[in-house]
């Protein structure tokens, strides 16, 4: 594996842009090969099999363009096992971080909420995590399946999205949790609108940093960080390049990234 290799960030769409975003700033040297896979999102309604089968694929394509490391910058996806989704590749693969660790900080009253697709919420993976750090915590998880195709079509100024937000919000309001994770990458897209609906007395927890430093230690570990010279960066789509490219501009500073749509069968 080669230093100057490319890392490849994954995700259903564009959510994985919100760690994308991250990850550059922590690691401005690095190149990145973002994959969107934008015609068949989301996943996060999708039977395990065929998710396994489109993940395959993007992992495949992102192995044929030569990356050194692979981050999986998608919950659903991480509820799979990353280890299940390496297959025969020798390059480390990451994770979306559980944060659980963050969560516990910051919640004084120890009641947490988690905001997930459908999917990773009947994983109970988060729930888990969290009681295992501390016991006595109280969890809420919300399955939010509205969001991601209002954030896909971009319904940023729609009246469903304050809708969603406020019918997913109640229980946890009920319930007077004073911390809440957002674990689904799509969810930063509208933290400015959950953080209203929330108000300031709720912390609102993106993992994409936990990840982004998961991912950096990998490097590290393996002896794979690129100390010099500016990384590039380079976003692709399945289809619909031109909306991934609106997308996108809410999240980094598009001018200094490539913009190229895929298929994944041609390698
Ligand atoms: N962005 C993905 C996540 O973090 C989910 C999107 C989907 O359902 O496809 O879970």
Redesign the pocket.
């Known amino acids: 594996m080669r230093k100057d290799a490319p890392i490849g960030v994954l ?3 564009v ?2 842009l919100s760690v994308l975003k991250c990850l550059h700033q922590l690691l401005p040297h690095e190149d990145f090969i973002y994959v969107g896979d934008t015609a068949r ?5 999708r039977p395990e099999q065929e998710i396994r089968k489109f993940v395959a694929e993007i992992i495949d394509w992102l192995a044929a363009q030569g990356v050194k490391e692979v981050v999986i ?6 509820m799979l096992g990353v280890e299940s989704l390496k297959g025969a590749h020798q390059f480390p693969i990451v994770g ?1 971080s559980k944060g659980e660790q963050l969560l516990l900080a910051a919640s004084k009253k120890k009641k947490i909420g988690v905001f ?2 459908p ?2 919420i009947s994983t109970e993976a988060h729930k888990k995590a969290i009681l295992a750090a501390d016991p006595g915590a109280e969890v809420y998880p919300v399955g939010c399946a509205k969001f ?1 195709p209002l954030i896909e079509g971009e319904q940023f100024e729609s009246k469903e999205l304050p809708e969603a937000i406020r019918e997913y919000a109640a229980p946890l309001k009920e319930a007077g949790v004073d911390a809440l994770i957002l ?4 969810y930063p897209f509208i933290k400015e609108q959950i953080t209203a609906e929330f108000g300031p007395e709720v912390t609102i927890i993106d993992p994409a940093e936990a990840t982004s430093q998961l991912a950096m230690e990998a490097l590290q570990a393996e002896g794979l960080a690129k100390t010099e010279g500016e990384g590039k960066v380079t976003i692709c789509g399945t289809a619909d390049i031109e909306r991934v490219q609106r997308l996108a501009q809410r999240m980094l500073p598009i001018e200094t990234c490539q913009f190229r749509e895929i298929n994944l069968q041609e390698k």
């Open positions: 995700d259903s769409g959510g994985g999102t989301p996943y996060g309604t910058a998608c919950n659903t996806l991480t979306m997930a697709t999917f990773t991601v674990s689904c990458t799509h």
